[in-house]
């Protein structure tokens, strides 16, 4: 009988555990967990020799794609930032690879807390800490960036700015808002303070909350050696408010966050300084965004989540325009086009993926278990790409036509020549006509992608 993948994993799981902690350990049940597009984290149900349950989680890297040395950072990291103070979960076992693991692998117990960004914005039983929590992520970032950083040496210290250009070159792929970015961050940097331990992901998502507060960080893959103020900025990036509206995680100001910060550090940014590492932030993610669609667009790994976010890259573009006061909106969205005549005969195509997408949403998502959410969670993928397909079936070449329009004013046959332009300095990059025609692109694809992005 051939064994199936869960129970090979918690045969390997056990066996970790077992060696980890001197005593025997069984795993009852193994389960994977939403999201998770770089790494997986999988929900672990364990139970040592007498009897007592053990409450795991596993992150591992996809079988195939490991990075064995991030893996053994992340662990360093968890094991500094506890020392520091930092509520983390503690780190049971890690290593390179293991039989049923089958990739390099991290075991810490399992925290209690809410991490959905949208009931810790919204549930009524953590409203008495949600005022407090904007405060109190600054606190927790101070601790992190008093961590000792001898004990996590092997992290990457080098330039931020020069990292995430590196990356952008490589994909051979030159988008204007990005070389407008890369110059205004070159133009405006602020004095760089000493280094710190970079916490680098630091946002609502990754962390666990309860009504007494932080109760852990997660997600230390990204962590390096930099200046500490970069994980302000990353928090206070649009992405990461999830649609709410405050600056902070969608649910503070930022002078509460540099509030919490300047308690545990004595140490109080300039507002300057702030913008200049969310403007920073929010063209990091503009990158780590396509880079993590390219896992699958170049053949490397077939994922459904990997390939909707290459469509979410505007909504990156769109907030770095916003942020650096470089949006010139050209005008009004063309109107939606009309039918045109065809041979086929009734629903369009618009209608079939309207009436799949209805379908898919009031039907068969209901049916679903109860047990089904990565289910669940891969089937809001497939409506929201159904929904973005028929936008773009509907918005028809009017807009893309009035994109060529304005970059053949500028003497550019496309948006690639209108980077380089850019770059090169022939193009200033706050030159109103320039500053259109990006607008005008990015506008575009927003349109389609996700409108309900766009700022009213």
């Excluded at 597009?37 to 591992?60: F, K, M, N, T, Y």
């Excluded at 618009?350 to 969670?377: F, G, H």
């Amino acid at each position: 009988m051939t064994e199936s993948p869960t129970t090979t994993l918690a045969d390997g799981i056990a066996d970790v555990l077992t060696d980890a902690r001197g005593e025997t350990v069984t795993v009852a049940d193994v389960h994977r967990l939403t999201g998770g597009a770089s790494r997986q984290v999988w929900s672990v149900e364990a139970h040592i020799s007498d009897g007592s349950p053990l409450p795991v989680v596993l992150r591992r890297d996809p079988p195939g794609h490991g990075d064995a040395d991030r893996m053994r950072a992340e662990a360093a990291c968890l094991r500094a930032a506890a020392a520091a103070g930092v509520p983390v979960p503690q780190v049971l076992a890690a290593g390179d690879t293991a039989p049923g693991i089958d990739a390099p692998y991290l075991l810490m117990n399992r925290v209690d807390g809410e991490s959905l960004p949208r009931k810790l914005q919204r549930d009524p039983e953590l409203a008495t800490v949600r005022a407090e929590l904007a405060e109190q992520m600054g606190y927790v970032l101070g601790l992190i960036h008093r961590s000792d950083v001898a004990e996590v040496a092997m992290l990457d210290s080098g330039d931020p700015l020069d990292a995430i250009e590196a990356v952008y070159r490589e994909f051979d792929e030159p988008r204007p808002a990005v070389e407008m970015g890369l110059r205004w961050l070159r133009d405006h940097r602020p004095p760089v303070r000493p280094k710190a331990l970079v916490h680098g992901d630091f946002r609502m998502g990754n962390l666990l909350v309860d009504r007494t507060g932080i109760r852990g960080v997660l997600d230390w893959e990204l962590a390096h050696l930099g200046d500490p103020i970069e994980d302000l900025g990353w928090l206070c990036v649009r992405a990461w408010r999830f649609g709410a509206e405050l600056p902070v995680g969608g649910i503070g100001t930022r002078e509460q966050l540099v509030d919490g910060y300047e308690r545990a550090t004595g140490i109080r940014p300039s507002d300057a300084e702030l913008h200049w590492w969310e403007a920073y932030g929010t063209l990091r993610w503009l990158v780590l965004s396509r880079f993590q669609a390219q896992r699958h667009l170049s053949g490397e790994e077939f994922s459904l989540e990997l390939a909707s976010i290459g469509r979410r890259v505007c909504e990156s573009e769109y907030d770095l325009l916003l942020v650096l006061g470089l949006l010139d909106d050209p005008g009004e969205a063309p109107e939606r086009r009309s039918a045109t005549a065809t041979v086929h005969d009734r629903p369009t195509t618009n209608e079939i993926v309207d009436l799949v997408a209805t379908t898919l949403t009031d039907e068969i998502a209901p049916a679903l278990a109860d047990d089904s959410d990565q289910q669940r969670y891969l089937l809001r993928i497939c409506v929201n790409l159904l929904r973005i397909a028929g936008r773009e079936l509907a918005a028809g070449d009017d807009a893309a036509n009035a994109l060529r329009a304005r970059l053949g004013e500028l003497g550019c046959g496309t948006e690639a020549d209108l980077a380089t332009e850019i770059r090169s300095g022939a193009l200033d990059y706050d030159d109103v006509a320039v500053r259109r025609a990006v607008s005008s692109a990015v506008l575009t694809r927003l349109r389609v992608a996700n409108p309900r992005h766009l700022v009213p």
